[in-house]
């Protein structure tokens, strides 16, 4: 059986161009910041990046077409 290669990251792959923004009420902003302040989360936008691909991931493996549908 053939070893598989990791996909090789370079950084012209991984350049993020596309911005996207969304905005808190001032409720979901104190609770966003009290969860930064207490889980000591240094970088904000990565937090919220791996965490929001985690779910688009989570959530294709929950809808993947099975034999029996």
Same mark, same amino acid.
């Given at each position: 059986?053939? $070893? $598989? /290669? ?7 792959? !991984? ?5 996207? !923004? =969304? /905005?808190?009420?001032? +409720? +979901?902003? %104190?609770? =966003? ?8 989360? %240094?970088?904000? !936008?990565?937090?919220?990046?791996? /965490? ?6 989570? $959530?294709? +493996?929950?809808?993947?077409? /099975?034999? =029996?549908?």
């Amino acid at each position: 059986m053939a $070893k $598989k /290669t990791p996909l090789k990251v370079t950084k012209r792959n !991984s350049l993020r161009t596309h911005r996207h !923004s =969304f /905005t808190l009420n001032n +409720e +979901e902003n %104190k609770a =966003f910041n009290r969860f930064l302040t207490k889980y000591k989360v %240094k970088n904000k !936008s990565k937090y919220i990046r791996e /965490t929001l691909i985690i779910s688009v991931i989570k $959530k294709f +493996e929950e809808d993947h077409p /099975t034999l =029996f549908d």
